[in-house]
C-alpha cells in the first residue's frame, strides 16, 4: 500500500513534467499527439508494474472476469440509456481488491467492451477515466469517510461528473487551438444531463447494492486469499 | 492466413497505422489532410467495398459538419473579417481551422474504421501479446469471458422473468433494480467458475514456467520489404515536417497556401505511405490476372 502511494506520486510528477516539456519543446501545436503520448506514459507503468508483479493465476483469471462483467454489465440494461453499472462494478472493484486492481479492472474493461463496440481515439481516454476510477477507489478505500455509504454515494457521483470530463477533454484537445470559454463551457454544457444521469445512477447502485457486491467479492477474496 | 492486406504481418501493419495517426495529427496543411481522407477512404474500399465506412457515415458527417460549421461561430480570431455575427467577427482563419481540425478527425476515425477490419481481435492482442504478454493475457481472457457471460445473462434473465423481475416495465427505479439483482447473481456465479477455471489451468501447467507464446504469424521476405518502404517514406515524411513543410500557419494571421518544390516530395512520400493497403492490394490482383 505504501509503495504503491510513492509511485502515484512519482508519476503524476513526471507527469508534470510531461505537462511543462510538451509546452515548452512542442511548439508546434500537436496537441492531440501530446495528449495521448501523455495518457500513454500515465498508463504504462501501471501495466509494467503488472507485468513484473508475481500475480497467480486465480488472481489473473479474477481479474479478467471482473472486467468482463463490468464490460457485460450494459447488457441488462440496454432499455435504460445513460444507466450502466460499468462504473460501479469498477468502484466496487477498486474498494476491495486495491488501487492497482482497480486500475486494471477500469482500463481493461474499456478495451474489452470496445472490442465489441468498436475501437477509436476515445479508447485511451476510456481506459484511462475508468482506470482512475478504479484507482482512486482503491486509494481511498481507507479514507473513514469512504467507508461510509454516504462517502461512497459522493464518490460515485464525483466520478459520474469526472468520467465525463475526462471524456470531453479528447474533443476539447483535439480542437484545443478552438478553444475559447464559449467553446469550452458549449462542451460541457452539452454533456451536463448524460453526466448528471451517469453520476445518479452510480449514487443509486452504490447506495442499494454496493454493500451486497462488497459482501461477495469480500467473501471470494477471503476463502481464497486473493488479492489481500 | 488471408489474402492481400490480411496476409501482411501484423507489426507491419501496426507501424503503417501509428505513421497515419501521427499524420493525422501533424500536418495540417488542407491539401495534405485531404489527400489523407482521400486515401483512407480507398483504402477503405478496398477492405469491405465501403459496407463499414457505410455505418460510421452519419457519425462522421455529422462530426465534420458540426465542427465546420460551429467553429467560425465560436472562435473570432484571426484577421480575414468575411462578416461580423452578433458583434462578432466571423475570420477565414476560424473556418480554415475548423477545416483542418475536422478533416484531421475524419482520418482518424476512418483509420480506426481500417484497423477494426485489418488488425482484429487476434491481431492486435497478437502485437500486444510481444509487448505486455501478462496484460494481453488479461484482455484475452476477459473477452473469452464476454460471451460467455451473455449466455449466462439470458439464462439468469429466463428464470428471473418467471418470477416476474424484468427491466422491460415499470418504474426506472425498479427496472435498474432488477437488472443489478441479475447482474449480482452472474457476480456470484461467475466469480466462483472463475476459480474453477483457474485451477484448471493451474493443473495443467499454467504459471510454472515461462510462458511460451504461440506465433501465427512470420514475417516473410514480402513483410520486410513492405517495412522498409514505409520506414524510408515515413521518415522523409516526418522529416519534411518538421522543417515546415506539410504545415501552414492559421492563427495569428493565415500564411500562404502555397505549395513548394519540396512540399511536392514531401506530399508524394505521404501519399506513398498512406496509400500502402491500395499498393498491396493491386499488385495482388495484378499478379492473380497476369502472371503466367
Known amino acids: ?228 | 492466413m488471408g489474402n492481400g492486406i490480411h496476409s501482411i504481418h501484423p507489426f507491419v501493419m501496426f507501424f503503417y497505422y501509428l505513421s497515419i495517426g501521427f499524420f493525422a495529427m501533424f500536418f495540417n496543411h488542407p491539401a495534405f489532410l485531404l489527400a489523407g481522407c482521400l486515401a483512407l477512404a480507398a483504402v477503405n474500399l478496398t477492405h469491405d467495398r465501403g459496407t463499414a465506412m457505410k455505418q460510421w457515415m452519419p457519425v462522421m458527417v455529422s462530426m465534420t459538419l458540426l465542427i465546420i460549421l460551429v467553429n467560425p461561430f465560436i472562435n473570432s480570431r484571426g484577421t480575414h473579417i468575411f462578416f461580423y455575427f452578433r458583434g462578432k467577427q466571423v475570420t477565414l482563419e476560424a473556418t480554415l481551422y475548423g477545416v483542418v481540425t475536422s478533416m484531421s478527425l475524419l482520418m482518424v476515425l476512418l483509420l480506426f474504421i481500417s484497423l477494426n477490419i485489418v488488425l482484429n481481435g487476434n491481431k492486435i492482442l497478437y502485437i500486444f501479446s510481444r509487448i505486455l504478454p501478462k496484460t494481453a493475457f488479461l484482455i484475452m481472457l476477459s473477452i473469452r469471458f464476454v460471451p460467455l457471460l451473455k449466455r449466462r445473462l439470458t439464462e439468469i434473465q429466463d428464470v428471473q422473468r418467471v418470477k416476474g423481475m424484468t427491466i422491460k416495465q415499470g418504474t426506472i427505479r425498479n427496472r435498474a433494480k432488477s437488472g443489478m439483482s441479475i447482474l449480482q447473481i452472474l457476480l456470484a456465479w461467475s466469480l466462483e467458475e472463475a476459480i474453477e477455471t483457474a485451477d484448471s489451468m493451474k493443473a495443467r501447467g499454467y504459471g510454472t514456467g515461462k510462458r511460451s507464446p504461440y506465433i501465427p504469424y512470420r514475417i516473410t521476405k514480402t513483410d520486410q520489404n513492405w517495412l522498409i518502404y514505409l520506414a524510408i517514406f515515413f521518415i522523409i515524411s516526418v522529416a519534411g515536417g518538421f522543417l515546415g513543410y506539410g504545415k501552414i500557419i492559421i492563427y495569428p494571421k493565415l500564411g500562404t497556401l502555397h505549395f513548394y518544390p519540396l512540399d511536392w516530395v514531401v506530399f508524394t512520400s505521404c501519399l506513398a505511405v498512406m496509400l500502402f493497403p491500395v499498393l498491396v492490394e493491386g499488385r495482388e490482383q495484378l499478379k492473380w490476372n497476369y502472371s503466367a
Open chain 1, 1 to 228: 500500500m505504501e509503495r504503491s502511494r510513492h509511485y502515484l506520486v512519482f508519476v503524476s510528477i513526471v507527469l508534470l513534467i510531461l505537462l511543462f516539456a510538451s509546452i515548452l519543446f512542442f511548439h508546434y501545436k500537436a496537441y492531440l499527439l501530446v495528449s495521448l503520448l501523455m495518457i500513454a506514459s500515465i498508463m504504462i507503468p501501471f501495466f509494467v508494474r503488472f507485468e513484473w508483479r508475481d500475480v497467480a493465476g486465480r488472481e489473473i483469471v479474477l481479474l479478467a472476469m471482473l472486467a468482463a462483467i463490468a464490460a457485460v454489465g450494459r447488457v441488462p440494461f440496454a432499455g435504460l440509456p445513460s444507466v450502466q453499472p460499468t462504473s460501479f462494478i469498477i468502484i466496487m472493484a477498486g474498494i476491495v481488491f486495491g488501487a492497482e486492481s482497480g486500475f486494471i479492472v477500469g482500463a481493461v474493461a474499456a478495451i474489452v467492451s470496445n472490442f465489441f463496440l468498436g475501437q477509436g481515439p476515445w479508447t485511451p481516454w476510456q481506459m484511462y477515466a475508468w482506470g482512475m476510477m478504479g484507482m482512486t477507489a482503491g486509494l481511498l478505500r481507507q479514507a473513514w469517510w469512504m467507508k461510509s455509504s454516504w462517502g461512497k454515494c459522493l464518490f460515485g457521483f464525483a466520478w459520474g461528473y469526472l468520467f465525463g470530463w475526462f471524456m470531453n477533454m479528447w474533443i476539447i484537445v483535439s480542437n484545443i487551438e478552438a478553444l475559447s470559454w464559449d467553446f469550452f463551457i458549449g462542451i460541457y454544457a452539452s454533456s451536463v444531463y448524460f453526466d448528471l444521469a451517469h453520476g445518479l445512477s452510480n449514487v443509486f447502485f452504490l447506495a442499494v447494492f454496493g454493500a451486497g457486491w462488497m459482501k461477495i467479492l469480500q467473501r471470494v477474496q477471503r476463502k481464497y486469499g486473493l488479492l489481500e
